[in-house]
């Protein structure tokens, strides 16, 4: 079982639905990310949370510690949405910035 | 702009060549990654480096090789040893070596062995 477990692996979406995409984790963390994968492969940190919920424009994060669990939501979303999302854990312990990621969710929103 | 290049974005290799990637960052971090992502899986590290002059092993090492001879540059070689090597390869960087450090990466190079 891989520490880190993402679903849907694919969405697709009609422009101006709510998105939710779920990411769960098995490790222990001090951190978890959510990164954007454009069609070109570079990578984009959307968010870094530890706790809490974090919004930017119409990006939603939130993560329950206890759960082990956090959601990346996009509300209207947008044909430019479309990538691949991942979410990575990272901060096993003290000394450790090693990031374990999960597979990616492949979004697809339709004009 | 500050940020990291990885170069080139293309890469051809045959069979039983070396062939080294670049990755230069001017984000003044201590920190820098490589990862390996093949389809349906989650990335993979490779290397990593807390700080110039070190590099440690990641989760799959072998057959890669890696130099940190100053602070902006982190370069990976493939070697022939590497038994699978054809996958997309990213470079990544943050501010220090610790936890709840933000990771920038590069664009990426994606190497196909022919």
């Known amino acids: 079982k891989n520490e880190v477990e993402q679903s849907p692996q694919n969405l697709t979406a009609q422009e101006g639905e709510f998105i939710t995409i779920n990411c769960s984790y098995s490790?222990?963390?001090?951190?978890l990310h959510w990164l954007q994968q454009h069609p070109g492969g570079g990578i984009v940190s959307l968010f870094m949370?530890?706790?809490g919920k974090k919004k930017h424009g119409r990006l939603i994060a939130t993560i329950n510690i206890q759960e082990k669990h956090s959601s990346l939501h996009i509300t209207a979303s947008h044909p430019r949405d479309s990538a691949v999302y991942i979410c990575?854990?990272?901060?096993?312990?003290?000394?450790?910035?090693?990031?374990?990621f999960g597979a990616g969710t492949r979004l697809t929103v339709k004009p | 702009d500050g940020g990291i290049t990885q170069s080139p974005k293309y890469l051809f290799r045959k069979e039983g060549q070396n062939v080294t990637l670049s990755c230069e960052q001017n984000?003044?971090?201590?920190?820098m990654y490589w990862y390996r992502q093949d389809p349906g899986q989650g990335l993979r590290l490779i290397y990593y480096?807390?700080?110039?002059?070190?590099?440690q092993k990641g989760d799959i090492a072998e057959g890669y090789s890696v130099s940190r001879e100053k602070k902006e540059s982190f370069p990976l070689t493939v070697t022939s040893a590497q038994k699978n090597p054809t996958a997309f390869y990213l470079c990544?960087?943050?501010?220090?070596?610790?936890?709840?450090?933000?990771?920038?990466f590069g664009q990426g190079t994606r190497l196909t062995v022919v």
């Open positions: 990544a960087s943050s501010p220090y070596w610790g936890t709840n450090t933000e990771a920038f």
């Open positions: 490790v222990g963390i001090s951190a």
């Open positions: 949370l530890s706790s």
């Open positions: 990575a854990a990272s901060g096993r312990s003290n000394n450790n910035n090693d990031m374990r």
């Open positions: 984000l003044n971090h201590d920190a």
């Open positions: 480096s807390q700080i110039v002059n070190d590099f």
